[in-house]
Structure formats: structure tokens, C-alpha cells
T-cell receptor, first 116, second 112 residues
Framework: DTEVTQTPKHLVMGMTNKKSLKCEQH?????MYWYKQKAKKPPELMFV???????INESVPSRFSPECPNSSLLNLHLHALQPEDSALYLC???????????????FGPGTRLLVL | GQSLEQPSEVTAVEGAIVQINCTYQ??????LSWYQQHDGGAPTFLSY????GLEETGRFSSFLSRSDSYGYLLLQELQMKDSASYFC?????????????FGAGTRLFVKA
């Protein structure tokens, strides 16, 4: 099973809403990632979790709050977002964060977020 | 910091061979990956090179020269379904820890 699942597939939210994006993998991977991707742009790293601990925060605004409840789950809590935060949010996982010989990242299908 | 350069667009005909180049500037380099992304889809892993040389996986091959900070993706026997964006990505230990940084992507158009 090389699948990373994400819910919801689509999300529309107002600037005062609170919502959460969910990501799950059952490959035994110990590194999980959140990326943001705008149209016709590359994925842009937001957060890295390694062994359930936050190892990298790429200076992401605090209105994005990640959480890793266990080794299979990764959440991204959203609060008071801005219209410019509208994008595809991708979750990915890999065996480890740099310790394995080959760091293939497996991406989920993404959540397409629209902030009104 | 890290930077990657790849062509923004490439057009080729069905059945042909196309090469997408990637040059990078980075420190703490572990390896170079290639990902394919169709419009509306998620990136999918194609290949990874940590050492110099050619890696072949079916119709796709990837090459790395660490001394030249250069790699390429070679797609053979092009099919219409290969029309997609292709990203090269460098992985390594950078400020904050292990990261993968993506290039801007190359849009490949395959014509009949």
C-alpha cells in the first residue's frame, strides 16, 4: 500500500472560519510533510514532521497550525485565512527525513482550498 | 540557499525522445529526484539519483553528475499521456533539517 489519503478533497471557507485538513498514511513512514501549491507553480514546503515531532517550519504564518497525533496521521488546522491562501495543499510522506538511502516522497491527492 | 533551473516548456511528438535538464546550486546535497504532475493531480515520484550515472526505469531514465551539479530526465517512446509537468527536486540537509526543494517545473506537451 503506497497510498497517502487526504480529506477533504475540496474546501471553501470564509476568512473567519476554522477548519482542518487531514492526511493519513499506512506505509510505516516516519516523516510527513505539508506543501502548498499554487497554480502552475512547484510545491512549496510548509512543515516537516520527523518521528511525530515538528522538525521544520518554513516561516509559515501562525494561521496555519500543524499537528501530528501519531505516526500515521497529520493534520493542518486553519484559522483566519486570507484569500491569498487559496491553493492546493499537499501532504506527503517518506520513509524517514533524510536517514534512508532513498527519500522517495509519496504525495496525497491534495485538498483544493478556496478562501472567500 | 538552494536554486534549481529547468526549462519552462518542452514540446515533442509522440514516439520521440525528450530530455529535460536540471541544474542546481545547493549545499548539503543528498540526491536529485524527478516528479511528474498531471493537471489537477498530485506529484508522483519518477526517479532518484544519489550517485553519478544513469538510472533506468522503463521508458524513463535519469542522470546525475554531482561534479557538474546537473541532471536530466530522459523520456523515450513518448505517449500523449506523458503530457504533464515535470519537477526536478534536490534533497539534503539545509537550514532547519532535511528538506526537498522543487524546481519551477517543465511543462511537457506531446503532440500527435
Amino acid at each position: 500500500d503506497t497510498e497517502v489519503t487526504q480529506t477533504p478533497k475540496h474546501l471553501v471557507m470564509g476568512m473567519t472560519n476554522k477548519k482542518s485538513l487531514k492526511c493519513e498514511q499506512h506505509m510505516g513512514h516516519r516523516a510527513m510533510y505539508w506543501y502548498k501549491q499554487k497554480a502552475k507553480k512547484p510545491p512549496e514546503l510548509m512543515f516537516v514532521y520527523s518521528y511525530e515531532k515538528l522538525s521544520i517550519n518554513e516561516s509559515v504564518p501562525s494561521r496555519f497550525s500543524p499537528e501530528c497525533p501519531n505516526s500515521s496521521l497529520l493534520n493542518l488546522h486553519l484559522h483566519a485565512l486570507q484569500p491569498e491562501d487559496s491553493a492546493l495543499y499537499l501532504c506527503a510522506s517518506s520513509q524517514t527525513a533524510g536517514l534512508a538511502n532513498r527519500e522517495t516522497q509519496y504525495f496525497g491527492p491534495g485538498t483544493r482550498l478556496l478562501v472567500l | 540557499g538552494q536554486s534549481l533551473e529547468q526549462p519552462s516548456e518542452v514540446t515533442a511528438v509522440e514516439g520521440a525522445i525528450v530530455q529535460i535538464n536540471c541544474t542546481y546550486q545547493t549545499s548539503g546535497f543528498y540526491g536529485l529526484s524527478w516528479y511528474q504532475q498531471h493537471d489537477g493531480g498530485a506529484p508522483t515520484f519518477l526517479s532518484y539519483n544519489a550517485l553519478d550515472g544513469l538510472e533506468e526505469t522503463g521508458r524513463f531514465s535519469s542522470f546525475l553528475s554531482r561534479s557538474d551539479s546537473y541532471g536530466y530526465l530522459l523520456l523515450q517512446e513518448l505517449q500523449m499521456k506523458d503530457s504533464a509537468s515535470y519537477f526536478c527536486a534536490v534533497s539534503g540537509i539545509y537550514t532547519g533539517g532535511f528538506k526537498t526543494i522543487f524546481g519551477a517545473g517543465t511543462r511537457l506537451f506531446v503532440k500527435a
